[in-house]
């Protein structure tokens, strides 16, 4: 069997570095042809290959697991690695970086320092009394639906993608994100962790935190992991205002 | 210049890394990890199916112990790993998954009553007993004698790395991403850290540190059909070797994964198998029990890889414009189980192939093709995990030849190793840290950040018309086409050959952009010279060994050598104007194995060259385990009279289980 020739495709890219005097922020065409069940990691790969080796951008996994290569794909901010080209009809793609994140350059973003604020700001991690468990003894038991449950919201990958299409984030530089409000909501059903709803209060009973968001439910409609996080935003605000 | 001091320095910010960082932190040590890429994003997270530890909670695992694990492992490897080790790590496994639930890592649990599953393509139904409802759950696996992989879904290494990159902020363990290790700084056979380029700015800075440990994963990106992430490029590998102190130990050992997706080289997780899928070929029949009548789908992946591969030169491949490829269906195991616990399966299958896996019938299979998977070879260590030859040097994971893994590793044994290693190694580390100053001079740690600093000129100032994406691509080609599942003399004197030239080259290149910050190619210009000495490693270590061991296959040489070959690769770098590494060995002593050389079960039978030392161990382990049950003995007290073993921390102590209360 041999492969058809493709059809032509145009990546359009938003280039700019921030740390070059001269760099401006110009727009770059790239025509190529388009082989069968081309992403746009291998897309962007061949361009760097072959037509601009100065081109940056950030793929980890290519596999939609690492959440390394969320980009604003024809105005929608998405995972490149997961972005099959045949489903553009027109076979143009136009790229520009998340915003809300740090440019590094080009299509590369600093959403790892973010991350890592943002995890430690709402402690993102098991606070239980402190005392160090005998992991030479039997686990403590955890009922299967709770885990479960537990499981359904550590699936996110943080890739920044609610972060970069939130409208609340616009408006107020410091609001913790989706994916902030979704680790909360996680500890909070994980009964490893001992956090009573008054210490999650605590943390993000701010319009910075829960009581900022305008439910536009863009972080909800552009999850690659489908999480619910509108359904969760909403259960946590109804626990943490009936605190005060 | 700028140095950084700290007491421990980790390079690689993946499960292991992390882990033992946390370990260090903990003994209060100063410590920071250095990662290429924010810490979770590391390949760590691509780990689908689980985590081997022998809890013997479910039905299915009970009765399951560290003897079981450690005999598994051992067979795994075709006897080629360090069986102290391996006992090492059965042995803390069990605490590690345990201390992991306490971190937060979701575990999909034991339900008590009954439910179906699908074993050997048959419904099953398998009841859970009620005083083991919550306990960790565990799911089939190949080469493994019990149900023993715990796992979240098929999302493992996504939470276990979440777990543990989180638990390194809580302890504030200093992370710093986006940077890049050049070159290991050491004197007089010691190791105090490493020259460091920022990613982002393009800046050189030294980090000074009582010790080092390199948790940098594995080097499957030297090929170009692999499952490896595109971080994944045996950079802590190389710049260990660069020093001429450090040696790697078995690099030829590369493990070929049965079920990557065609053409993406994505995985599709051995859960897949574990829990109940079939392969199937162009003409639909399930061909594995033809081959392999006891283990089927579940022998180790390198058996199944080769059987796979041998199907299609049978003909029996299913034609596509990728070439040949057999088909994994895993429809059988149905809808609610799929999209339950092989979620993510589902969506890669859907999103790169537009395939539903769950949809019945032929609609529903997935085209699959064995690729590069995982490094066995790595850094050689001692049990410790400090380099054999350079003090102060310790290596964790996949980076590692540790050497639990020999020449092959089991599915659900690398995401363990990760995190038990992390554990071992990490204290043992920190250890090292507490007890060693940093003697060296900031002349010396000048000399080694001017020698990069001058390097990256150098390479600016190349003026060839060789294009390094060119060499790499044609690096990744000759490694996949000689150097891969089938391997034999001509191929691989032919490999070592061009990649020689290949590495040569290097220098003949022009690098477009002179810019010494966001420039793409000026890192694959100085990446690719060290991924060739990578590959050099692995190239010339498979042409040496004439004899077929684990993922080793020799065309020309099927049988397995205990006679002349059962030993461990070295590989060094003597001088860096060296276009060839150079290759000793380390041998294998019998006569202190637990479990003597002996045929693993699956595999084809006959294909053994016996050392008459096999023999005469077995005799005397045979003695001994009669002896001491006659005594009464228990089987901990057993085993130490066999191969005694050392752990730090409590991690010695016996792991409890619900069978035994």
Known sequence: MSIEKGREITISVLKFNPRSKVSKPHFVDYKLEETPGMTLFIALMKIREEYDPDLSFDFVCRAGICGSCGMVINGKPALACRTLIANYPTGVLQLMPMPAFELIKDLSVNTGKWMDSMSKRVESWIVDNGEEKDITKLEERIDPDVADATFELDRCIECGICVASCGTKLMRPDFVGAVGLNRVARFEVDPHDKRTAEDFYELIGDDDGIFGCMSLLACEDHCPKHLPLQNKIAYLRRKLVALK | ?661
């Open chain 2, 1 to 661: 210049m700028k140095i950084n001091y700290c007491d421990a320095l980790v390079i690689g910010g993946g499960l292991a890394g992390l882990r033992a960082a946390v370990a260090a932190q903990k003994k209060g040590l100063n410590t920071v990890v250095l990662s290429l890429v924010p810490v979770k994003r590391s390949h760590s997270a691509a780990a689908q199916g689980g985590m081997q530890a022998s809890l013997g909670n479910s039905k299915m695992s009970d009765g399951d112990n560290e003897d079981m694990h450690f005999a598994d492992t051992v067979k795994g490897s075709d006897w080629g790993c360090d069986q102290e080790v391996a006992r090492m790590f059965v042995h803390t496994a069990p605490k590690a998954i345990r201390e992991l639930a306490g971190w937060g890592v979701p575990w999909t649990r034991v339900r008590e009553g009954s439910r179906e599953a699908v074993i050997n393509a048959k419904k099953t139904t398998i009841t859970e007993d009620a005083e083991r409802h919550g306990l960790i759950m565990s799911r089939d696996f190949g080469g493994t004698k019990k149900w023993r992989t715990c796992y979240t879904a098929d999302a493992t290494g996504h939470s276990m790395l979440f777990g543990v990159a989180n638990q390194a902020l809580k302890h504030d363990v200093d992370i710093r991403d986006r940077k890049e290790a050049l070159s290991l700084i050491h004197e007089n056979e010691r190791c105090y850290g490493a020259i460091v380029r920022d990613l982002i700015t393009g800046e050189l800075e030294a980090y000074v540190a009582k010790g080092t440990c390199i948790a940098t994963g594995g080097y499957g990106r030297v090929f170009k059909q692999t499952t490896n992430a595109v971080i994944c490029e045996g950079i802590g590998a190389a710049i260990a070797i660069e020093t001429g102190v450090a040696t790697l130990g078995n690099m030829e050992a590369i493990q070929f994964h049965p079920t990557p997706i065609v053409p993406s080289g994505i995985l599709l997780t051995e859960g897949c198998r574990g829990d109940g899928g079939i392969l199937r070929d162009v003409d639909g029949h399930r061909f594995m029990p033809d081959y392999e009548p006891e283990k089927k789908e579940l022998a180790s992946r390198d058996v199944v890889s080769r059987r796979m591969i041998e199907h299609i030169r049978n003909g029996k491949g299913v034609p596509s414009p990728y070439g040949d490829h057999i088909w994994l269906d895993i429809s059988i195991l149905g809808r609610e189980h799929i999209e339950k616990n092989l979620r993510d399966v589902q969506e890669i299958c859907q999103i790169f192939n537009g395939i539903d896996p769950a949809d019945e019938g032929k609609k529903g299979w997935a085209p699959v093709l064995p690729m590069q998977h995982y490094s066995m070879g790595g850094i050689r260590t001692k049990p410790t995990g400090e380099s054999q030859k350079l003090n102060g040097l310790f290596v964790c994971g996949e980076a590692s030849c540790w050497d639990m893994h020999g020449f092959n590793r089991l599915g659900g044994n690398s995401v363990s190793e990760t995190v038990v290693a992390g554990m071992i190694v990490g204290n043992y580390f920190a250890d090292y840290c507490i007890e060693n100053d940093v003697v060296i001079g900031t002349k010396t740690v000048e000399s080694f950040m001017n020698a990069q600093d001058k390097y990256i000129d150098e390479i600016l100032a190349y003026k060839g018309d060789e294009d390094i994406f060119r060499i790499k691509n044609r690096m990744q080609n000759l490694m996949d086409e000689k150097v891969g599942i089938f391997r034999d003399g001509k191929g691989l004197t032919e490999a070592v050959n061009e990649l020689e030239e290949l590495l040569i080259k290097t220098k003949q290149i022009n690098v477009k952009s002179k810019e010494r910050i966001g420039n793409p190619e000026l890192e694959e210009a100085y990446r690719v010279p060290r991924m060739l000495k990578i590959a050099l490693c692995v190239a010339k270590g498979a042409l040496e060994r004439t004899e077929s061991r684990g993922a080793h296959y020799r065309e020309d040489y099927l049988k397995r050598d205990d006679a002349n070959w059962l030993n461990r690769t070295l590989t060094s770098w003597a001088n860096p104007s060296d276009t060839l590494p150079t290759v000793t060995y380390e041998e294998l002593d019998i006569m202190t194995m637990e479990m003597p050389p002996a045929f693993r079960g699956y595999g084809a039978k006959g294909m053994i060259i016996e050392n008459e030392l096999s023999e005469k161990r077995q005799a005397i382990v045979d003695e001994v385990v009669e002896r001491m049950q006659a005594e009464g003995k228990d089987r901990h007290e057993i085993q130490h009279e066999l191969m005694p073993f050392d752990l730090p921390m409590n991690y010695r102590e016996n792991n409890e289980r619900v069978g035994d209360l």
